[in-house]
């Protein structure tokens, strides 16, 4: 099936550190998503993104939207040990209130005290 | 409110063998989709179920079949065991209320084939 391209697959950076991560796709999505996954659950949703050129924040991460409708960033600034953990990004086309997501292989996040 | 659950947590099976499993939505929730994560290939998209109808499926074969039931909770099925369906099977439910904002993980369960 298809994949976003996320990048990097892996960081390792000081607590402290700001991290930039994203997702970059050959076709259009009408809505972009975040998710964090760590150890033996599932995803969770850290961020909602449904406008090109949209900024949101949810604490320290902010995300956006690519004026393009074909890719997406996440930033997390002054990283804690508790962000450990992997990073997907996924985008869903429009389509009778489907639900189904097209997901990243995702960034794997280590923070080093 | 409680989460999404999915049972087993844990499975083992040899290959030709077939395997059930399920997920119960958050309570109110109708949409139920399934995913399957690799190391390799990431998180793909399965099959979607709303109120017991199959809305939308992924690109797996047709040994992967899921079913929904009235009271919306969810299983899928997976016939003849192949060493490469080893992976974590998600689900995720929705109240189909919003976007995919509503759409919550269960934790999976780790399917083994030996």
């Known amino acids: 099936g298809q994949q976003l391209n996320q990048s990097p697959q892996s960081m390792f950076i000081q607590e402290g550190e700001d991290v930039s991560m994203n997702c970059t796709s050959s076709s259009i999505f009408n809505t972009w998503l975040w998710y964090k996954q760590e150890p033996g659950e599932g995803p969770v949703l850290l961020i909602a993104l449904y406008k090109a050129g949209e900024l949101t924040s949810n604490g320290r991460l902010t995300a956006q939207f690519g004026i393009t409708r074909k890719d997406s960033f996440l930033n997390i600034s002054a990283s804690i040990p508790s962000d450990v953990g992997i990073y997907f990004c996924a985008g869903q086309r429009s389509g009778a209130g489907s639900y189904q997501l097209t997901f990243g292989k995702g960034t794997k996040l280590s923070v080093i005290p | 409110k409680a989460g999404v659950t999915q049972t087993p947590r844990y499975l083992i099976k040899t290959r030709g063998q077939q395997v059930t499993l399920s997920c119960s939505p958050i309570s109110g929730h109708r949409s139920v989709s399934w995913y399957q994560q690799t190391p390799g290939q990431g998180l793909q998209f399965l099959f979607e179920?709303?109120?017991?109808?199959?809305?939308n499926k992924g690109n797996f074969p047709g040994r992967f079949s899921g079913r929904q039931f009235s009271n919306s909770r969810s299983e899928m099925n997976v016939s003849t065991l192949e060493l490469g369906d080893s992976a974590l099977y998600l689900c995720?439910?929705?109240?189909?209320?919003?976007?995919?904002?509503?759409?919550?993980f269960g934790p999976g369960t780790r399917l083994t084939v030996l």
């Open positions: 995720a439910s929705s109240s189909l209320s919003g976007g995919p904002d509503t759409q919550y």
């Open positions: 179920y709303f109120s017991e109808t199959q809305r």
